[in-house]
Nanobody, 121 residues
Framework: QVQLVESGGGLVQAGGSLRLSCAAS????????VGWFRQAPGKEREFVAA????????FVTNSVRGRFTISRDNALDTVYLQMNSLQPEDTAVYFC??????????????WGQGTQVTVSS
């Protein structure tokens, strides 16, 4: 079992930045690919970014490319989502998940509880 805890969410003005962290307890996160997903009120959960267990081949969805970066520090057993140039449409609960490292939520085995990101205009 892997327990995931997200942190770093909050309220920020449009154009601002936040860095989300996904930390693991239980089994090490370093053997899993990790993805970030988000869910806005009344919308489906959507893929944001993913990174392999080794940290190679990170990728992000088109809507955040050039603004968001995913990275990981396996020595700290933590995965990060750096979010720059935030816009109101980025407002959502952000979840990290451990599993396949794809854009498909059902291919992830473990999920955190989420952290709220609110971007004001």
């Amino acid at each position: 079992q892997v327990q995931l805890v997200e942190s770093g969410g909050g309220l920020v003005q449009a154009g601002g930045s936040l860095r989300l962290s996904c930390a693991a307890s239980g089994r090490t996160l370093s053997t899993y690919a990790v993805g970030w997903f988000r869910q806005a009120p009344g919308k489906e959960r959507e893929f944001v970014a993913a990174i392999s267990a080794s940290g190679f081949s990170p990728f992000v969805t088109n809507s955040v490319r050039g603004r968001f970066t995913i990275s990981r520090d396996n020595a700290l057993d933590t995965v990060y989502l750096q979010m720059n140039s935030l816009q109101p449409e980025d407002t959502a609960v952000y979840f990290c998940a451990a599993g396949a490292g794809t854009a498909l939520a059902h291919e992830y085995d473990y999920w955190g509880q989420g952290t709220q990101v609110t971007v004001s205009s």
